[in-house]
């Protein structure tokens, strides 16, 4: 005897509480977990983008814009989830939000994932800034400055320009006589992946700089321009097609006798990998100490891997060591 076989039709849950997100296209409020353009030239604006929202452009040259301006949330990573330009030569601009609170760490503008779409494209991703420290610490405690968020802690892909750019650390508290409140450390420009693809992309990282520390605190150290992976398909053999900087470390307090504390370390350009595969150059360079008794030493202008085609077609200067 045959045995009857019943077919079980399998269906797919829908999470019962899917991400979504409100953003304005073209000046109208649209919620979704998947935002999409027109097949024109569209304007899309969203407050932040959380894990599992896709924010795509569609046609035309569209603007998207992340967490900036009025928008600016505090202590909210810019996008965590996917934005894709679509086809046509579209601008991406994305925001981490600074600290909330004294002492608070920036958020990082990119923690997901951001890709070009097709066209020639220009990706501009920021990390927010570190809030100052506490004005008023307890006892003999100090209100260190916040760290700046990282340009980019994510993946992105496009071809075109990609710029990402750490933020600033937070200035010390301050309570004269008490406390001596170190600036916080600015934010690395890239700490993850970015693929300039196709012909004649170029990147540029740039760390952030260290925020100024008070009384007799340190200045905070600069961010560092790459401590990811960043990879150019082809590039221009005339053409630079990646530079990566650190920051400039902060300054220590300057008072009537000099200065009262150490000047930050400048940030290095490059700890990681860089690599430019067909042609281009690269340029790394290291960001400058910061003022204070003793100076700041400046960053290495590489301190990890560039790859180039022909080999060593690059620059790295180290930066200057601050003024005492």
């Known amino acids: 005897m045959l045995a009857l076989v019943v077919p079980i039709a399998v269906f797919a849950a829908t999470p019962a509480h899917a991400a979504t997100v ?3 296209v073209n000046g109208t409020d649209v919620t979704g977990s998947t935002i999409r353009g027109t097949d024109g030239d569209d304007a899309i604006d969203c407050f932040a983008i959380p894990s599992g929202v896709v924010v795509n452009g569609g046609r035309g040259n569209d603007r998207i814009t992340v ?3 009025d928008k600016a949330g505090a202590d909210t990573v810019g996008n965590k989830g996917e934005v894709n330009g679509g086809e046509g030569d579209d601008t991406i601009t994305v925001r981490g939000g600074d600290g909330y609170g004294a002492g608070a760490d920036g958020k990082a503008a990119n923690t997901g994932e951001i890709y070009g779409g097709g066209g020639h494209e220009t990706v501009v991703l920021t990390g927010g800034d570190g809030r100052a420290g506490r004005a008023i610490a307890p006892l003999s405690s100090c209100g260190d400055g916040g760290r700046g968020g990282d340009g980019n802690d994510g993946h992105i892909s496009a071809q075109g320009s990609i710029t990402v750019t750490g933020g600033s650390g937070g200035l ?3 309570e004269p006589g008490k406390a001596n ?3 916080g450390h600015g ?3 890239n700490n993850s992946r970015i693929i300039g693809s196709g012909f004649d992309s ?3 990282a740039v760390g952030g700089r260290g925020g100024d520390g008070t009384s007799v605190g340190r200045g905070g150290e600069g961010g560092i321009g790459n401590d990811g992976h960043i990879t150019i ?3 221009l053999a005339s053409s630079t097609s990646v530079e990566a900087y650190g920051g400039r470390g902060g300054n220590a307090e300057l008072g009537t006798d000099g200065y009262r504390g150490e000047g930050g370390r400048g940030g290095d ?4 990998t860089i690599d430019i595969l067909a042609a281009g150059k690269g340029y790394v360079k290291g960001g400058d100490g910061g003022n204070g008794q003793p100076p700041g030493s400046g960053g290495k202008g590489n301190d990890g891997t560039v790859n180039t085609n022909p080999t060593g077609n690059y620059d790295a200067p180290g930066g200057a060591a601050g003024h005492s």
Do not use: P, S
């Not at 350009?269 to 990681?272: A, C, S």
């Open 22 to 24: 409100t953003c304005t």
């Open 67 to 69: 967490n900036l301006g």
């Open 172 to 174: 010390g508290g301050h």
């Open 181 to 183: 409140c170190n600036g």
């Open 187 to 189: 934010g690395d420009g």
């Open 202 to 204: 170029r990147v540029k």
């Open 233 to 235: 398909d082809r590039g």
């Open 269 to 272: 350009g490059n700890n990681r």
